[in-house]
């Protein structure tokens, strides 16, 4: 564990692993993103937890992810995701379909270090259907009174972007307690943050309480404005043109090609 330079935090992101990360507005990690996809990782079960918007839209239209698992890709109120959506339709991609709920459930049965998790919403929607890795059984201590059992999402890393970390590598991520369950439910967690802190975090009886113990964190990296252009909670809010414009030029393969040309391998980020 550590402060490292962007690209070596991210070495273990390989091809094929399953990697978590969090809603838009808990904190993503772009600018790790932009790197993943200059690298050119490959065949990632992406985990969004529990919807994504253009950190996946990116990466599966970069051809980076095999299998995705959430319960919404969307650009919210610029519209729907283009490269997501083009990939569903021409049958690239591979989509484990679920629910809110169920995401977190799932997350939280490996939290606990429990191999499933029941979950009764689920009972009469079609989605048990195409999920034959989730089961229905009776509950055993009623009668007539089904339950659905599913799986724990293991993730090999999680990856998201917070406000800060200090040299320990203790990482402060405040009230988005999403990314607790990020962090406590994966094998490794990799954090890029807005700046490192000096003293210990966990000695200061204010921040203490919104941080992330070090011995949880495989590596930290300082990425300033990382999330963008999405928002930060609390520091800065979303480039509602920078995404607009990203959905009408990622309408056609050819203006993704030449957004990622422009924003992800020219380095011009902001």
């Not at 970069?62 to 610029?78: D, I, Q």
């Not at 802190?197 to 949880?216: E, Q, S, V």
């Amino acid at each position: 564990m550590g402060i490292r330079p962007l690209d070596e935090a991210l070495l273990a992101i390989t091809d094929g692993c399953m990697l978590a990360v969090p809603r838009e507005v808990s904190g993503v990690a772009m600018a790790a993103t932009r790197a993943l996809i200059r690298r050119g990782v490959k065949r990632l079960h992406v985990v969004a937890l529990p919807t994504s918007s253009l950190q996946a839209d990116l990466l599966i239209g970069a051809g980076c992810v095999e299998t995705l698992e959430t319960s919404a890709v969307s650009m919210g109120e610029f519209g729907p995701a283009p490269r997501f959506t083009a990939a569903m339709l021409a049958g690239s991609l591979r989509m484990k379909d679920a629910t809110c709920p169920a995401i977190y459930a799932s997350m939280e049965a490996s939290v606990k270090g429990v191999p499933f998790m029941p979950l009764r919403g689920l009972i009469g929607s079609d989605l048990v259907a195409h999920r034959p890795d989730w089961k229905t059984i009776g509950n055993p201590y009623g009668d007539d009174d089904p339950i659905v059992l599913l799986p724990a999402i293991k993730p090999d890393v999680a990856l998201f972007h917070a406000p800060m970390a200090d040299r320990a590598g203790n990482v402060w991520i405040g009230r988005t307690r999403d990314l607790a369950t990020l962090c406590y439910a994966s094998a490794k967690t990799i954090v890029t943050v807005e700046k490192i802190h000096d003293g210990d975090l966990l000695a200061d009886p204010i921040l203490a309480a919104g941080t992330l113990p070090g011995f949880y964190v495989e590596a930290v990296a300082v990425a300033q404005n990382g999330a963008w252009p999405l928002p930060l909670p609390d520091h800065y809010p979303a480039d509602g043109a920078h995404l607009a414009d990203y959905v009408k030029r990622a309408a056609t393969g050819e203006g993704f090609a030449g957004y990622l040309d422009e924003f992800v391998h020219a380095r011009r980020a902001a």
